[in-house]
């Protein structure tokens, strides 16, 4: 009886140390916050991010420290082996800011009622859920549609259970270098070699709102620096005009306290040699097969075009008087003219209205483009 109620008490305890430890981080970082806020005017207006990152860097590593060790005197630690396929992996942010290596290399078996948001939570293909892209594009050949409204931009993929799905390092969809013009980017900000991690935060809060935005690593007097951009575009006016925009919405957070200058990206920067996270433009083009009104004549159109590894999925708008019309699309393309070549390729009564079309919102946009989520530094 006496050991009984000892291992309850035991956890009491520890469970009010957790507690207590976190109550103490929090009154620090009130304190902190505090302090800025009474300093701030001593403190140069370039540096404030700094400061502040400097010292959620420090707590982001306290905390972490701190965690580990709770979790340990708890017994909470798990070895990974004991994981069931499929299931989580402890310790992964599906937020975007801890982000591991995005491939795995094992497959993945199609439950009932698995999206692949998902799937990509589980852990066994890709170990970040921002790469359920990935997964989608990879098998593309697997799945039975792929759907996205225009209203609401979030993909529906639908796939008979009991597909295995897999994913591999190769780009599906490989860098094109545009045939068309120049392209341009923005560089919004340049991070010294010890900023990565910031970088990241940073270019992640851009994605997050819909902007292709990336860290680009250079090399400064043998040390690395590493530029925060967005692009790809087609005018220096179109970049001009994203990067204005940028820097008014996020003027509270002086994440860019410097004037924005536009670039012309060089092949490396192209194929993505030097990209160490977030997410290119490169290919902005879809065609456009056909225009229904009714849903079910769109899937058919869908079905009859969706080979020869063509990527093909559906775009729910509306018409110029509300109502809705399905689009069935084709993607991705790097210029207009490859996407006219295929046009042109294709014979057959869905092709005869085919236009192609540039698709820029990061949500119907992002599947085919050079996305790339590392590991922190």
Do not use: C
């Not at 040390?223 to 925009?245: F, H, P, Q, T, W």
């Amino acid at each position: 009886m006496a050991k009984a109620t000892a291992k309850p008490a035991s956890k009491g305890k520890k469970g009010g140390l957790l507690w207590i430890i976190v109550g103490v981080l929090i009154l620090l970082l009130g304190a902190a916050s505090g302090l800025y806020y009474f300093k701030r005017d001593t403190i140069k207006k370039d540096s404030r991010l700094k400061v502040i990152q400097d010292f959620v860097d420090k707590l982001d590593s306290t905390i972490g420290k701190g965690t580990d060790k709770i979790k340990e005197s708890l017994g909470q630690g798990k070895d990974d082996k004991s994981r069931k396929p499929g299931a989580a992996k402890p310790g992964k942010d599906d937020e975007g800011l801890g982000f591991g290596s995005f491939f795995t290399g094992s497959s993945y078996e199609v439950q009932h009622g698995d999206n692949l948001y998902s799937i990509a939570q589980k852990g066994s293909l890709v170990e970040n859920s921002w790469e359920w892209r990935r997964i989608m594009v990879q098998n593309r050949d697997k799945i039975d549609y792929a759907f996205i409204s225009e209203e609401d931009p979030q993909w529906k993929v639908v796939m008979a259970e009991g597909q295995e799905l897999t994913v591999s390092e190769e780009q599906v969809f490989p860098p094109r270098l545009p045939t068309e013009g120049k392209k341009y980017s923005v560089q919004l900000v340049s991070l010294p070699d010890n900023s990565y991690r910031r970088g990241v935060k940073v270019a992640s809060s851009l994605i997050s709102d819909g902007y292709y935005a990336y860290v680009y690593r250079a090399d400064a007097g043998g040390k690395s620096v590493y530029r925060i951009r967005s692009g790809l575009y087609n005018s220096e006016e179109e970049a001009r005009m994203v990067a204005d925009e940028i820097r008014m919405r996020y003027q509270e957070h002086n994440w860019f306290p410097d004037a924005p200058w536009i670039s012309v990206p060089e092949e490396a920067e192209l194929l993505g040699e030097m990209l160490d996270f977030g997410a290119l433009l490169i290919n902005p083009w879809v065609i456009t097969v056909t225009s229904r009104d009714k849903h079910s004549e769109a899937l058919a159109d869908m079905k009859q075009i969706k080979n020869g590894g063509i990527f093909a999925y559906l775009s729910q708008g509306r018409d110029t008087s509300g109502r809705f019309v399905y689009r069935t699309r084709v993607g991705y393309f790097p210029s207009k003219g490859e996407a006219e070549k295929v046009i042109a390729d294709h014979k057959g009564p869905l092709w005869e209205t085919a236009v192609p079309e540039m698709v820029i919102r990061f949500e119907e946009a992002s599947p085919g483009q050079l996305l790339r989520l590392q590991a922190e530094k």
